[in-house]
């Protein structure tokens, strides 16, 4: 199982970023997936999931509204496109495959680091 992030960087409180992740190694249609995230001396932290077809994503209160996942089976892909960043989501951001439920998962990749900061 492979998992890589990207599409983190540098974003001005407000703004937005639409992150990736590139799946391999597994059959990735089958399997629900997440984000999650950890700020610099915190614990990991839920952000969303979305059901393997797509019918269902869940969002943690802190992001709904402002937190879009999605996926795209024919290109083993994930996505997560963030708005209305603030100074305290700056966060190292990884996606997951979920084992079970809506947050257990067995596998997460390197991160993309997402930073707000004006």
């Known amino acids: 199982v492979q998992l890589v992030e990207s599409g983190g960087g540098l974003v001005q409180p407000g703004g937005s970023l639409r992150l990736s992740c590139a799946a391999s190694g597994f059959t990735f249609r089958r399997n629900g997936m997440s984000w999650v995230r950890q700020a610099p001396g915190k614990g990991t932290e839920w952000v969303s999931t979305i059901s393997f077809d797509s019918s269902t994503a869940k969002y943690a209160d802190s992001v709904k509204g402002r937190f879009t996942i999605s996926r795209d089976n024919a290109k083993n892909t994930l996505y997560l496109q963030i708005n209305s960043l603030a100074p305290e989501e700056t966060a190292l951001y990884y996606c997951?495959?979920?084992?079970?439920?809506?947050?257990?998962?067995?596998?997460r990749g390197q991160g993309t680091q997402v930073t707000v900061s004006s």
């Open positions: 997951a495959r979920i084992t079970s439920g809506w947050r257990e998962y067995d596998y």
